[in-house]
């Protein structure tokens, strides 16, 4: 089972600045990784597909990076609506595998 | 729109069963592998089952095979998930998704408790 690792745990980010969230397998899923967000009391939502791809409706603001094992999700200036959790997933092993999250909080 | 809208959740006793259900609108649901996701409190989510299209094909996290499974009703637009001889390791909300890679949309969850 390939092991998705996220840091921080917990990401403290004050309105209009940057955050940059980390997803680490514990072996190559190629760019067979999808990002999601989890707001309270909702489903989650998928971001970013093949690792750098945005969803349909997902603004510019979300990009991610990476390949392999080492992955990055970029939320550019953050908006009130952008404080959630956001999971990583990997899809080019079985079983499907997500991280722990990262919890994006107002500074 | 597409969505999906999952629903059977419940209490139920350790041991017990439960069939959860998703009705699926808004896509061509005979074309799509078809998942279910749960959630436990307070944890990332985890993929439970999936199932192909045409439903030959099926897979299942280790801690479920022999205990649930998926089925999909295509002429219906329905996706199902039989969960027999529950423990309490099961309590979760459990989500319906199109895909069986990446995963959207979601439905908006059915909670399971296993307890006495």
């Known amino acids: 089972e390939v092991e998705m690792t996220q840091s921080p745990a917990i990401l403290s980010v004050s309105p209009g600045e940057r955050a940059t969230l980390s997803c680490r397998a514990s072996?190559?899923?190629?760019?067979?990784l999808a990002w999601y967000q989890q707001k309270p009391g909702q489903s989650p939502r998928l971001l970013i597909y093949?690792?750098?791809t945005r969803a349909t409706y997902i603004p510019a603001k979300f990009s991610g990076s990476g390949a392999g094992t080492e992955f990055t999700l970029t939320i550019s200036s953050l908006q009130s609506e952008d404080f959630a959790i956001y999971y990583c997933?990997?899809?080019?092993?079985?079983?499907?595998?997500f991280g722990q999250g990262t919890k994006v909080e107002v500074k | 729109e597409v969505q999906v809208v999952d629903s059977g959740g419940g209490l139920v006793q350790p041991g017990g069963s439960l069939r959860l259900s998703c009705a699926a609108s808004?896509?061509?649901?005979?074309?799509?592998?078809m998942s279910w996701v749960r959630q436990a409190p307070g944890k990332g989510p985890e993929w439970v089952a999936n199932?192909?299209?045409?439903?030959?094909?099926?897979f299942y996290v280790d801690s479920v095979k022999g205990r649930f499974t998926i089925s999909r009703d295509n002429a219906k637009n329905s996706l199902y998930l039989q969960m027999n001889s529950l423990r309490a390791e099961d309590t979760a909300v459990y989500y319906c998704?199109?895909?069986?890679?990446?995963?959207?949309?979601w439905g908006q969850g059915t909670l399971v408790i296993v307890s006495s």
């Open positions: 998704v199109r895909g069986g890679m990446r995963f959207d949309p």
């Open positions: 808004g896509f061509t649901f005979s074309d799509f592998w």
């Open positions: 072996q190559s899923v190629s760019s067979k």
């Open positions: 997933q990997q899809y080019n092993n079985w079983p499907r595998t």
């Open positions: 199932i192909k299209p045409d439903g030959s094909e099926k």
């Open positions: 093949d690792a750098s």
